[in-house]
């Protein structure tokens, strides 16, 4: 069983940053893709960013586009996305997963941007 424990949420004002961090209980990532997404209240679970593993490519949700940025840790089973000019709108709960999102998910971390 897989866990996901993702960390580095908080509270900040508008034009902030932030670095989230997902931690993968396992000893390999055993998946090609890692994906970084996002619930706010009332709204469905979105993506947000996505990393290929091997060759390092990455995609951005056309929403923070510019302003955010996923990467990875191979060695350390780890995944981080840095936020810079966080808006009010980022405001959400933050979850990590496969791209394909087929591991159960963690707990998340919330972000909370204020005006």
């Known amino acids: 069983q897989v866990q996901l424990v993702e960390s580095g949420g908080g509270l900040v004002q508008a034009g902030g940053s932030l670095r989230l961090s997902c931690a993968v209980s396992?000893?390999?990532?055993?998946?090609?893709?890692m994906g970084w997404f996002r619930q706010a209240p009332g709204k469905e679970r979105e993506y947000v960013a996505g990393?290929?593993?091997?060759?390092?490519?990455?995609y951005y949700a056309d929403s923070v586009k510019g302003r955010f940025t996923i990467s990875r840790n191979n060695a350390q089973n780890t995944v981080y996305l840095q936020m810079n000019n966080l808006k009010p709108e980022d405001t959400a709960v933050y979850y990590c997963?496969?791209?394909?999102?087929?591991?159960?998910w963690g707990r998340g971390t919330q972000v909370t941007v204020s005006s």
């Open positions: 997963n496969t791209a394909s999102r087929t591991w159960d």
């Open positions: 396992r000893r390999t990532f055993s998946t090609s893709a």
């Open positions: 990393i290929n593993l091997l060759s390092g490519n990455t």
